[in-house]
């Protein structure tokens, strides 16, 4: 099989969404000699391309290719750049965040419960516009979406880009993961993804239109089915005895760190709640022993 993984945040800004990437690329290389792996990236840098191979662990990994697509902007990355390469050397699997790439086809569903889609399937491959079994299945993972909640904290042209951008991807995408049960949850309750069952008879008819009806103009018109949620593994940087008794007290004399703390990991942006964080901790310090916090 062919697998597509989106890795652009790997190399960059370590962030959450870096090192869940980084890290389901670093297993798959572990434990998967079979399928082959293309890693989109729109670094051209060899040395930082280089380094990238070295981090996964994939330089002696013969299934394991980083494709570098260059672009002056994310939205022609996806709009252009990445589908245009996918039409030429397609995948059978790509797996990105957010927002997918566009004008990539769908696999070709000959087998479908519809007869319909079925007929309209085949009369595409029937007139040339579509090879049978050519296409591409997107699965895209969705960290959150604060940005609908909290929009004051994102760039305006990112906003109005997510804004636009996630309700097509989430229609396009053939999988829809969240990383929790919550987020599974907002998503499906925020962009009104109706569960539509059909109901039969005449009555039904009126019942089954208007329910479309909903889902075209009131909802992204998606089966809330296909959004699921898969937490975030543990890193192997928080697995216990991971490293030495000298690893750590040299990075507790580097920071000048306590015994005990309480640890914020995470970037200080407004949206991540720091002052709340902060008085909390201070109402309770009293009982905590001595026990500080580190942001």
Known sequence: ????????????????????FFNLVKNLAEIDNENNYKLFTDINNKETVADIKKRLGIENKDNFEIISLKSSSKFIWNFWTLPNYLRKNPVDIYHTQYITPFF?????????????????NNLLVMLHLRKS??????????????????????????????????????????????VSKFTRDEIVKYYKIYPHTKTPGLSGFFKNYFAKIKEKYFG??????????I?????DDFLNNNFSSEQLSSVGKKYNLP?????????????????????????????LGGTKLVL
């Open 1 to 20: 099989m062919r697998i597509g993984i989106d890795i652009r945040n790997i190399g960059k800004k370590r962030t959450g969404d870096e090192m869940v």
């Open 104 to 120: 990539v086809s769908k696999k070709i569903n000959h087998h479908t419960k519809n007869p319909h889609k079925r007929l309209w």
């Open 133 to 178: 079994g050519v296409g591409v299945k997107i699965i895209t993972i969705v960290h959150d979406i604060s940005f609908n909640f909290y929009p004051r904290f994102i760039k305006f042209l990112d906003l109005f880009f997510l804004k636009i951008l996630i309700p097509m991807s989430l229609r396009r995408a053939d999988k829809v993961i969240g």
């Open 220 to 229: 992204v018109g998606v089966n809330p089915g296909k959004v699921d949620f």
């Open 231 to 235: 937490y975030n593994a543990v890193g």
């Open 259 to 287: 015994e005990n703390f309480i640890f914020h990991m995470g970037t200080m942006q407004p949206r991540k709640n720091i002052p709340i964080l902060i008085k909390a901790y201070s109402k309770i310090k009293d009982r």
